[in-house]
């Protein structure tokens, strides 16, 4: 087992950048597992502060994998303005050994 991470837009010019985190491992059934998912519910709240309704957290469980994904509005910013966009996130986590993979689906 171990942890998959992933992006991708969805949806044209107005859509959603999907986030995805998918564990396979001990985290299901290990010893964090016992939470109360106040983690969870302090990313759904601050979604919600800066993006409405616009802005989701899901979690399941299917075949044995945990997997969390986040939803957010799909914005390009201006490299001028030193904001990165999402092919340089790919770029900085790939030099640092932690590549994000495309999702499916």
């Known amino acids: 087992g171990g942890?998959?991470?992933c992006g991708r837009r969805s949806g044209g010019a107005d859509g959603r950048l999907?986030?995805?985190v998918a564990d396979t491992g001990a985290g299901l059934h290990g010893?964090?597992?016992?939470?109360q998912g106040i983690g969870l519910?302090?990313?759904?709240?601050?979604?919600?502060?800066h993006f409405d309704a616009e802005g989701a957290l899901e979690s399941r469980v299917r075949d044995a994998t945990y997997e969390?994904?986040?939803?957010?509005?799909y914005r390009t910013a201006k490299?001028?303005?030193g904001a990165g966009n999402f092919h340089a996130s790919r770029q900085w986590l790939a030099?640092?050994?932690?590549?994000l993979s495309s999702c499916a689906g």
């Open 95 to 99: 030099k640092r050994g932690r590549p």
């Open 18 to 20: 999907v986030l995805s």
């Open 41 to 49: 519910a302090n990313i759904r709240e601050r979604l919600k502060l």
């Open 31 to 35: 010893a964090g597992a016992k939470g």
């Open 79 to 81: 490299r001028a303005s």
């Open 68 to 73: 969390v994904r986040i939803r957010i509005p």
């Open 3 to 5: 942890l998959r991470s």
